[in-house]
């Protein structure tokens, strides 16, 4: 989403829809390979699609409903506390310094 406002210039909605269509793509991708190999948890699978599907739907009429002033600070919100976890996670040189100290 980020890289469609940035790099290509569109809007907040618009670059969250274009999000939405590549994300849905790449996990149809997955599935296809993870199919074809066995590799699912039938159950698990269907309950993890019924809550992305629920979360989805909640989080586009959010968007829709609050807009910009919403979606913006959450979205930074949500880079910094990913940014904070891979900085801080094992392996990481940062993370290793802060827990010798």
């Not at 790449?26 to 698990?44: D, E, K, M, Q, T």
């Not at 992305?52 to 919403?70: D, E, M, N, S």
């Not at 392996?91 to 290793?96: S, Y």
Request: net charge positive; charged share 10%.
């Amino acid at each position: 989403m980020v890289a469609f406002t940035v790099l290509l210039g569109q809007h907040l909605m618009q670059a969250i829809c274009s999000s939405k269509l590549l994300n849905a793509s790449c996990n149809l991708g997955a599935l296809s390979v993870f199919a074809f190999s066995g590799g699912i948890i039938w159950s698990l699978a269907l309950t993890m699609a019924a809550c992305a599907i629920i979360g989805a739907q909640v989080g586009a009429r959010c968007a829709l409903y609050f807009g910009p002033r919403l979606v913006k600070p959450l979205l930074i919100s949500v880079c910094c506390l990913m940014a904070i976890k891979l900085l801080l996670g094992d392996g990481h040189p940062l993370g290793e310094w802060l827990r010798q100290l």
